[in-house]
Structures are given as C-alpha cells and as structure tokens.
C-alpha cells in the first residue's frame, strides 16, 4: 500500500548534485539582476492593471443583438417628457402663461381613452427660461399571442384655451391676444424627450436629450407620432462570481411628423387641437452586454506580459550554461593541472587573447592555445556521465591487481566507527598526533579523518598539511617528483 501511494505521489522532490559546496545549481549575478527587473516589471504591470480596474480604465467587451422584451424592468420614474413654448424674444407673448393654448395629456388604458388633464406647470426652466410642462409617464405593456403590445400610451394635446381644462379664478384670454399670438411668426413647442443610458467605461448612468418641433398655425393640426425606443443592459462586473445586472431605459426616438386640417383632429380627438403628439412603445430594442474584466482577465493580462519578459530567463539560462561548462572545466583543470589557477590571460578589446602569464612569466600564447584546446577537450570527456562509470571501473581493475577478490569482499563489513568515549591509547591516531607514531601502530583504525580524505574540501586545507620525514618520502617517490606548490 505505502509503495501505490509513493507511486501516485506526484510531489516527489528530485535530488540535485550540487555544483559545488555553495550551490546546486548555477547562478551568476547578471542572471540576477535581470531576474530583479523582470520580477519588479511584472510587479509594476501588475499593479498597473489592478489600478486601472479598480478606476474603471479597462474597456469592457461589449456586444449587441436584437431583443424582444416586456418592459419588466424599464425605468419610467422620471420626468421623460418636457414641453415648453420657444421664446426667442423678449416680447414674444408664451401662449401657455398666457392661457392662449392649454397641453393636456390623455391615455389609453386596455385601448379605451382616460379623461383629458391639465399638465401643470413646474418649477423646471429652459435654457431660456420658459417654463417646463411634465407630464406623468404612463406606459404599460400585454403580450397577445406571442407578441408585446403597448396597452397604455399617451396623447398630449396642444389645444385652444377652454375654461373647463382651468382653475378656479382662471380665465382664457381675450381674443384680441389670441390673435396677435397667432401674428406672431415661428410660434414652436418644443417637445424634449430625455434619454439614459450606461457609460461603458465604468458602467455609470448618463443622461441625453433629444428636442423635436411642433409648429403652431391657426389653420393646421400638427401630429408627432412618437416611437420610444429603448435599450436592455446586461451588465457582468462581478469580480469573480456573481449575477448580471439587467438594466432598461429609454434611449431613442422615432418621430413621424405630419400636418393635418383643424377638422380631421377635431373629428378624431373632439377639441380644437393644434398640435398632437402620440407616444408609444416600441417593441424591438438593442440588447447590449458589457462585460467587464473579471478576476481570470486580469490575471490572463498579467499573465501574458509576464510570460513575454521571462522569456528573456532562455537567454540567460543559456548565458548560465556557457559559463557553468567553463567554470566546471577550469575547475578540473585545476584538479590535475594545480598551476592552471596562476594562469593569467589578457585580452583586447575584441575579447582577442594578446599576453598569457603563467608564474609572472610570459609563455607563447599560440601554445597555451593549443594547451588549452586539448586540455578543454579532455575535461570535457569527463563531465561524461558515461566516462565517469567507465573511469571507476578502470579504478576498480587496478585495484584488483594488487588486492585478492576476498580482500575486497571484506569492504562491504567495513565502516568508521562513531568512538564518542574513545580510548586512551587510539587518542593518537588523529590528524594532530605524531606520524611516527601513526606509522607504527600494528592496527589500522578508521577515524572521522577518513570520511573526507580525498575530498576537495581536504585540498583547501594545505597550509595544515603534515610534513612526511624523509625517509617516508623516499619510499613514496611518485608524490615527491610530482608536487606542485
């Protein structure tokens, strides 16, 4: 069982041989410091991106299609509809302040007609202060076989002042002012339908307008046949889970104007009507989606430029190979050439070699090339890990001629012993006794100074070596005719 889930354990950390003491795997300082300005790029991109999320300056996707809805959602609790009278002098006599022409408003409710209503003046003012006339908003809407139908519309009327439609202690004026009113040339209502819609960049509400023109004659009934048109938002801007929000407003007009005779409004509406402006619904409308960035867009931007600078990290890791394969080889070198380390090059601007020193003296620099050359490829052969099994089994025959198959079979029951209350008389074996008497002992004991005999780290230690006598050295001639101090 602990074998199966050793084999499914996909944590496993692998072991890696260390170059050196100091480090298992190379690192050079330029490496470094290109990792320090990828890393704080990344860093500043990345907060970069959240600030413009977080101020709303990255654009959403948005898109847009045709949609059938039931005004469920459609926000009317606003004053839509304005009119005023357009006085473009001073002198010019506002027939509504002047009780000349009166605006009611009427509606239709299941396709029967309400009563006619005064629309009272507000408090509201134009541009050139004329006074605002809102009517109440009243829309409702039925789906009759599969298809939305406005069951509620509006009817403003522009009609000739009558008493009825009045006040109390409110009169219509004199017909001499009603007739110089009509004397009086470009007499307009303007009718301002209000607008909202979503700012895309942060998904904020913002208000429009649009002004359309009703002209008054004595002689003509002028209709507006007014077709709102409005927009269905669907708004994704949840950080990372979350519902849409779905928003609707009225956001166009399509006007279709035309001029009639007084006698076929008056037949049609039962009033002297001079101006009539008919509002209704339309049925098909633009569904837009604004999808904001989420938490995995964010991350996906960040990402991609973050994948684009370490891809800077190949050519250094390629830089870091190169000078990995040069610092082992000079190593190696230095392992069976000692003096290599006294080598001295000097190089040109062109990175040409021109002076090789070697002991403060100064060789052919042809020679040391060719050294070199040859050295370089013998240390190569031997980061072989091939020629590193093969190097060990040619230690092993060389043994083997000197030393009996069962002498080395006795390697496998042998090891150094943890002496933590050594006895007395081994005291001397260490490396701070006296050689003679390490020579002359009768029993080879195995200490702590065995464990790293032959270690690179023992190599450092050469000031503190011990000096052999003589006559121990005449015996080991190989090592006396090949130091290197």
């Not at 300005?37 to 898109?63: D, E, M, T």
């Not at 009243?138 to 403003?156: D, R």
Request: glycine share 4%.
């Amino acid at each position: 069982m602990l074998n199966i889930l050793r084999t499914a354990d996909f944590f496993g950390a692998p072991f890696v041989q260390q170059i050196d003491p100091k480090q298992s795997i190379y690192k050079s300082a330029f490496g470094g410091l290109v990792t320090l300005l990828i890393c704080s790029a990344s860093l500043g991109y990345a907060i970069w991106v959240l600030y413009q999320w977080q101020n709303n300056q990255l654009s959403p996707k948005i898109s847009n299609s045709m949609y059938v809805s039931d005004f469920s959602l459609l926000d009317l609790n606003y004053d839509a509809i304005k009119l005023y009278y357009w006085r473009f002098g001073e002198n010019q006599i506002d027939p509504f302040e002047s009780k000349i022409l009166l605006p009611l408003v009427m509606y239709t409710t299941n396709f029967s007609f309400t009563e006619l209503q005064p629309i009272n003046v507000s408090n509201q003012t134009s541009f050139d202060e004329s006074k605002f006339y809102i009517p109440r908003m009243s829309l409702a809407f039925q789906n009759i076989s599969g298809e939305i139908f406005t069951t509620s519309e509006m009817y403003i009327q522009i009609v000739r002042c009558q008493e009825i439609y009045l006040k109390e202690n409110e009169k219509c004026a004199s017909d001499e002012l009603t007739e110089q009113f009509f004397q009086q040339p470009l007499n307009t209502i303007i009718v301002q339908v209000h607008y909202k819609q979503l700012n895309s960049r942060d998904g904020s509400e913002q208000n429009s307008l649009q002004e359309f023109y009703i002209q008054i004659e004595k002689q003509n009934c002028y209709t507006l046949n007014t077709f709102l048109q409005s927009n269905f938002y669907e708004v994704q801007d949840s950080f990372l889970f979350g519902f849409s929000r779905n928003l609707e407003y009225i956001n166009g007009a399509f006007i279709q104007p035309q001029t009639n005779s007084l006698e076929f409004c008056k037949q049609a509406y039962g009033n002297d009507v001079l101006g009539l402006i008919y509002i209704v619904m339309k049925g098909n409308q633009i569904k837009t989606i604004f999808e904001y960035p989420h938490a995995g867009d964010l991350l996906a931007n960040i990402g991609s430029i973050v994948s684009v600078l370490f891809m800077i990290k190949h050519v250094i890791i390629i830089f870091n190979e190169y000078y990995l394969n040069k610092k082992i080889l000079n190593e190696l070198i230095q392992f069976y050439y000692p003096e290599f380390k006294n080598i001295i090059i000097k190089r040109n601007w062109r990175f040409k070699m021109v002076k090789v020193l070697l002991n403060s003296y100064e060789v052919d620099v042809k020679e040391f090339k060719l050294f070199y050359k040859k050295v370089q490829t013998q240390m190569q052969t031997k980061l072989s890990y091939l020629n590193l099994l093969y190097e060990m089994s040619r230690i092993y025959f060389i043994i083997r001629s000197f030393k009996y198959r069962q002498e080395l079979k006795k390697a496998h029951q042998i090891g150094i012993k943890i002496n933590l209350s050594q006895p007395k008389e081994f005291i001397d074996s260490g490396p701070n006794s006296n050689w003679t008497n390490r020579v002359s002992s009768t029993i080879s004991y195995l200490n702590d100074e065995d464990a790293d005999l032959l270690s690179l780290s023992n190599k450092t230690l050469e000031q503190n070596q011990l000096q052999i006598p003589d006559e121990i050295c005449l015996e080991n001639d190989f090592y006396e005719s090949n130091k290197v101090l």
